[in-house]
C-alpha cells in the first residue's frame, strides 16, 4: 500500500463538562477546551504503525472546518502523518457534507486507505464512514478493532453487537476505526517541533466544487431529565405492582 | 373598619409574596474564573502542553497516591517522560536533548505538576544538572554523560548544600586537593535530591581558597570508591524522590571530571540555579493551578445553610484573589524565563522574584483550596492535602 489518508475532526474534549447554550440550539463551545476526537487519535495511531510496519509509505491528516483545525493537524503531524490538508470553512458541517468533501479528497490524494474514527464523540453520528465509502463505492470495515494487511489485502476484524467479525478486504477501502484497536501514542517534544515544517495545504468546499449546505436542521438540545428519585417498595409484590403501573402509564 | 384594613392587606401580602421567587439562588458556574492557561503561548507550546498534560494524567496520576505513600522512586516512568523528551529538554540536540527554551521547559513542568509536583521538581533538577554539563561542559564530557542522562537511563544530582552551608553557599566547606590526575574529595552534603539513587553527582567543593571564587565543579560518578550515602531522609512531602546526604571520604576523580575552569564552580553553580528557580517555579503554578480547580469544582456541589457554597460571597472574594494570584505568578514566571532565554542581564534578579512570588502566592492558593474543603481537605483522599505538602 502507498497511502493512507486520515480525517481528524476537532471536537470539545471529552474531559470537558459540557453545558447546553442558552438558545437550546447547540453546547457552549466558547472558551471550551478542544481535542482531537478520540477514536480519530487511534485512526492516526493505526496509520503510523502501519507505515512503521512497512505497509504504507505516505500518511494524510485531513480537517474540516475552521482555521483553529490547524491544531488538530499539527498533532496529527506530531504524531507520525507526513502531511496534512486543512479544508477551510466556518459553516456548520454535517456528516454527508463530510463524506462528500473526503470524496473529492480521496479521488485527488488516491490512498489506498481512508481510516477513520468510528464516530466523533460531539455528534455521535457514525456515518461519515460509511457514507464515505457509499460515495466512493468502496469496501468498508467499520469498528475495526484489528487490522492486519497481507499482500494484496487487508483483514479487519470488526467488533459488532453479534461478536467479531473478520473481513477480507480488497483495497482501496474505508475502515472506521474502534476504542480497542490500539492505543494512541505521546507525541514526542522533538516531533513536534519537526511537525512544525510539514506543510498544511489549505482547501474550500467551493474549490473542491462540493456543496455542504445542511440537510438536516437541528430543531433542539437539551440536558438529560435530572433522574427522578429512587421508591423503595418493601416486598417483590409491591415492586411487580409498581411496573405493571409504570407499563400501563406507558 | 378593622376588618377592612386587614383584608387589604392580607391582599398586599398575597401580592407581596412572588417576591420571594427573587430569592431563588442562581448557579453559579465560575467558568471564567480559571486564567487561561494556553495564554501567549506559541503553537508549539500548546503543543508540548497538551503533551506533558495527557502525560501526566495517564501515567503520573495512577501512581502518585501511591508513590507518596510508600516513598517510591518510579524510575521506569521518569523513562517514559524522558521518552518523550522531558529529560533534556533545553540540552542540544547533538546529544540527544530536545533543544527546547526555558519558557518551553517551565510550560511542561507546570503541566506535569498539576498532577505530581514531587516527580516533576525531580525531573527539573535532572534538566537542571544536565543542562549544566550541556553549557559548561566540554565536548568529550558532554559526549560522554549527556546521552545517557537524557534519556534518563542514569539520572543527575546536584550536590551544593552542606550540613554548615546552606543559604550561605559560598561558605562551604567540602575539599578538593589535585593529586597528580586526581581530585580527592573529602566532605559531605545535605538533603540531596535524587542521593543514594542518581548515578551522576555534580559536586560544588572547594579547590581554592576561601569565598565563591575558590570553588569548583566536580562530576563524581556512583561507585567511585569513597563516594557513600547517608540514610534515606523521610520528608513531610515530595516522597516520590529520595533525598540523602552524600558522603565523600577520600574519594578519587579524574581531573577530567572538572566541569569548567577551577573557581568558575560558584558562579556555575548559580547560573544553573538561575533555571532551577524557574522550574520549580513553574511546579508551583502547576499544583496551585489544579487545586484552584479542585477548589472551585468542591464550591460548586458542596452545600451549607441550604445553598451551593458557591453562592457565599466571602468564597467567591477569595476565589477570585486566588484566581488573580495565579495569573500574576505565572505572567512572573514566564516573563522572567523568557529573559533567562534571551540573556537579559536582569534574569538572575527577574527569575528569583518570579520564584518568590509563585512559590509563596501557589502555598497560600493551595492552603486556600484546602480550606475550602473543610474536613475533607484534611483527608489523604483528597489531594489537594499533598500538593500543600
Redesign the interface.
Known amino acids: 500500500m502507498n497511502r493512507i489518508l486520515v480525517p481528524v475532526k476537532r471536537v470539545i474534549d471529552y474531559a470537558v463538562k459540557i453545558?447546553v447554550r442558552p438558545d437550546k440550539l447547540g453546547v457552549e463551545t466558547a472558551?471550551v477546551k478542544m481535542?482531537m476526537n478520540p477514536f480519530d487519535e487511534i485512526a492516526v495511531e493505526e496509520a503510523i504503525q502501519l507505515k512503521e510496519k512497512g505497509h504504507a509509505k505516505e500518511i494524510i491528516a485531513v480537517s474540516l472546518g475552521p482555521k483553529a483545525n490547524?491544531?488538530t493537524l499539527?498533532?496529527a503531524l506530531?504524531m507520525g502523518a507526513d502531511r496534512a490538508i486543512l479544508v477551510e470553512t466556518d459553516a456548520e458541517l454535517q456528516p454527508l457534507a463530510v463524506a462528500k468533501l473526503l470524496q473529492k479528497i480521496a479521488e485527488a490524494e488516491k490512498p489506498d486507505l481512508v481510516i477513520l474514527g468510528k464516530q466523533a464523540i460531539d455528534d455521535d453520528a457514525n456515518q461519515t464512514g460509511q457514507m464515505l465509502a457509499g460515495l466512493l463505492k468502496w469496501p468498508q470495515g467499520t469498528f475495526a478493532s484489528q487490522v492486519n494487511p497481507l499482500s494484496g489485502k487487508v483483514n479487519v476484524t470488526r467488533e459488532t453487537d453479534k461478536g467479531l467479525e473478520t473481513l477480507e478486504i480488497i483495497p482501496p477501502a474505508v475502515l472506521t476505526a474502534d476504542l480497542r484497536l490500539n492505543t494512541p501514542r505521546?507525541?514526542?517534544?522533538?516531533n513536534?517541533?519537526k511537525?512544525?515544517k510539514k506543510e498544511i495545504e489549505q482547501r474550500t468546499p467551493e474549490g473542491l466544487g462540493v456543496d455542504i449546505s445542511p440537510r438536516l436542521t437541528v430543531i433542539s438540545v437539551e440536558e438529560p431529565p435530572t433522574r427522578a428519585a429512587g421508591v423503595k417498595v418493601e416486598t417483590v409484590d409491591q415492586l411487580v405492582q409498581k411496573n405493571k403501573k409504570k407499563k400501563k402509564k406507558k | 373598619m378593622s376588618s377592612l384594613l386587614l383584608r387589604n392587606t392580607t391582599k398586599l401580602v398575597r401580592k407581596l409574596q412572588p417576591l420571594s421567587s427573587l430569592n431563588k439562588q442562581t448557579v453559579r458556574?465560575f467558568?471564567?474564573l480559571l486564567p487561561?492557561i494556553t495564554l501567549g503561548l506559541s503553537?508549539?507550546q500548546?503543543?508540548?502542553q497538551?503533551?506533558a498534560f495527557?502525560?501526566a494524567e495517564?501515567r503520573l496520576l495512577p501512581g502518585v497516591a501511591k508513590w507518596d505513600k510508600e516513598e517510591h522512586f518510579p524510575r521506569d516512568v521518569l523513562k517514559e517522560a524522558a521518552?518523550?523528551?522531558?529529560g533534556g529538554?533545553y540540552v542540544k540536540?547533538d546529544v540527544g536533548g530536545?533543544?527546547?527554551t526555558r519558557l518551553d521547559a517551565s510550560v511542561?513542568f507546570e503541566a506535569l505538576s498539576s498532577i505530581d509536583v514531587s516527580t516533576t521538581a525531580f525531573i527539573s533538577i535532572h534538566n537542571m544538572c544536565c543542562s549544566l554539563i550541556d553549557k559548561y561542559g566540554t565536548e568529550e564530557q558532554r559526549q560522554k554523560f549527556l546521552p545517557k542522562l537524557v534519556t534518563m537511563e542514569n539520572i543527575a544530582s546536584y550536590c551544593l548544600t552542606e550540613p554548615g552551608s546552606g543559604s550561605d553557599a559560598s561558605s562551604l566547606q567540602t575539599k578538593a586537593v589535585k593529586d597528580g590526575g586526581h581530585y580527592v574529595l573529602n566532605g559531605s552534603k545535605a538533603f540531596i535530591s535524587g542521593g543514594g539513587e542518581s548515578e551522576v553527582y555534580l559536586i560544588m567543593a572547594r579547590t581554592g581558597g576561601s569565598g565563591p571564587k575558590g570553588i569548583s565543579c566536580i562530576l563524581v560518578e556512583k561507585g567511585t570508591p569513597g563516594l557513600s550515602f547517608g540514610k534515606k531522609e523521610h520528608k513531610l512531602g515530595w516522597n516520590s524522590q529520595p533525598t540523602r546526604a552524600v558522603i565523600l571520604e577520600d574519594c578519587k576523580v579524574p581531573v577530567e571530571n572538572l566541569i569548567g575552569k577551577e573557581g568558575e564552580g560558584f558562579s556555575i553553580a548559580m547560573r544553573a540555579l538561575d533555571g532551577g528557580r524557574i522550574n520549580i517555579a513553574a511546579c508551583s503554578l502547576g499544583g496551585a493551578h489544579r487545586c484552584l480547580t479542585y477548589a472551585r469544582d468542591y464550591l460548586k456541589v458542596r452545600k451549607q445553610f441550604g445553598q451551593t457554597l458557591s453562592n457565599f460571597q466571602g468564597l467567591q472574594f477569595q476565589l477570585a484573589d486566588m484566581a488573580t494570584e495565579l495569573y500574576a505568578s505565572r505572567l512572573m514566571v514566564r516573563d522572567a524565563a523568557s529573559k533567562l532565554d534571551e540573556g537579559h542581564p536582569q534574569a538572575t534578579g527577574l527569575a528569583a522574584m518570579a520564584k518568590l512570588k509563585a512559590a509563596d502566592a501557589c502555598f497560600k492558593i493551595v492552603d486556600n483550596s484546602l480550606q475550602m474543603h473543610g474536613g475533607y481537605g484534611y483527608l489523604k483522599e483528597y489531594p489537594v492535602e499533598r500538593f500543600l505538602r
Open positions: 453545558r472558551n481535542s490547524q491544531e499539527r498533532t506530531a505521546f507525541a514526542k517534544l522533538q513536534i517541533m511537525a512544525k | 458556574y467558568s471564567n487561561d503553537e508549539e500548546k503543543e508540548f497538551k503533551v495527557q502525560f495517564d521518552e518523550l523528551g522531558f529538554i540536540d530536545s533543544n527546547l511542561i
